[in-house]
């Protein structure tokens, strides 16, 4: 079966400093990823989708950037984090019609 | 005009009601329809797909309006574990585009 692992679960950063969450999938070939942010209040926003290796495409500008080096890792980075950047990340991954989202990660930037 | 629209309550009913959530959507070009369930501090989970002849999943029940570009979800018998925050969910072409969310609390 598919699965979807995400990590860490919660991290707590200071500003300027670098980020990087790692989402890796199971069980499945070439799925399609998806980076989402959960700010406080707000809805998902989409932030990167990836279609294959070395693909990525952008939603909105913003201090972010994604890679995907391995068609089942999804890589979501920053080199200086700004207090705007706090919110709930979620990777998902689709193979068909819906999504399945990894358990996230809690970011707070300080 | 958002893309996905919901009321976000919350919705405070007992347990037993019958309760019922709203949502439109702006791209009239959508083909597919989801509600999700989000727990707090929790990852989204799919609930159902929507289709449009109406479905229904026990208790549940989804059904869309491409004229009025509207969605809905019906939840019979209410318990205290449908407690959640439900998110409409529209395919955007793209990526799945979701509603904020309405918040629904059940009380014993």
């Known amino acids: 079966s598919q699965t979807i692992h995400q990590w860490p679960a919660t991290l707590v950063q200071p500003v300027g400093s670098p980020l990087s969450l790692e989402c890796t999938v199971e069980g499945t070939s070439n799925p399609n990823l998806y980076w989402y942010r959960q700010a406080a209040g707000r809805g998902l926003q989409l932030l990167f989708y990836s279609v294959g290796i070395g693909q990525i495409s952008s939603e909105v500008p913003q201090n972010l950037s994604a890679s995907r080096p391995q068609d089942r890792q999804f890589i979501l980075s920053s080199k200086k984090l700004l207090l705007s950047d706090s919110g709930f990340y979620l990777c998902?991954?689709?193979?068909?019609?819906?999504?399945?989202f990894g358990s996230g990660t809690r970011l707070t930037v300080v | 005009r958002k893309e996905v629209e919901q009321d976000p309550g919350p919705f405070n009913v007992p347990e037993g009601a019958t309760v019922a959530f709203n949502c439109t959507y702006s791209?009239?070009?959508?083909?597919?329809f989801f509600w999700y369930r989000q727990d707090c501090r929790k990852e989204p989970k799919l609930l159902m797909s929507v289709y449009s002849s109406g479905n229904e999943d026990g208790r549940f029940t989804a059904q869309l309006n491409r004229a009025s570009q509207y969605i809905s979800l019906l939840i019979r018998d209410s318990k205290l574990s449908d407690s959640a925050t439900y998110l409409c969910v529209v395919n955007g072409g793209t990526a799945l585009i979701f509603g904020k969310g309405t918040t629904l609390s059940v009380s014993s």
């Open positions: 998902a991954w689709s193979a068909g019609s819906g999504y399945t």
């Open positions: 791209n009239s070009a959508s083909q597919s």
